[in-house]
């Protein structure tokens, strides 16, 4: 990626389900693992980030990285 200056665009915290597995089985947040394999960059777009943490968002904050966050639609029945 950084040899031809390229942009990666993944889904990240697009569920409950796949942050919690991330963290039980890495020990640590998705974000985490992309600043371990030196990704985390502003050449990463992440998309879907619903289930976003503060401190996760502190970390794109700071790498000024493209965040598509999509909002869920939430119905109720009576």
Known sequence: ????????????????WVRDYSIQHYGVSEVMIYVDMALLNNKLILAYSIFIN???????????????ITIENKYTTA
């Not at 503060?54 to 000024?64: G, P, T």
């Open 1 to 16: 990626m950084q040899h031809y200056d390229l942009y990666i665009q993944t889904h990240c915290f697009e569920s409950d």
């Open 54 to 68: 503060q401190a996760d968002l502190l970390y794109i904050c700071a790498v000024s990285l493209i965040v598509i």
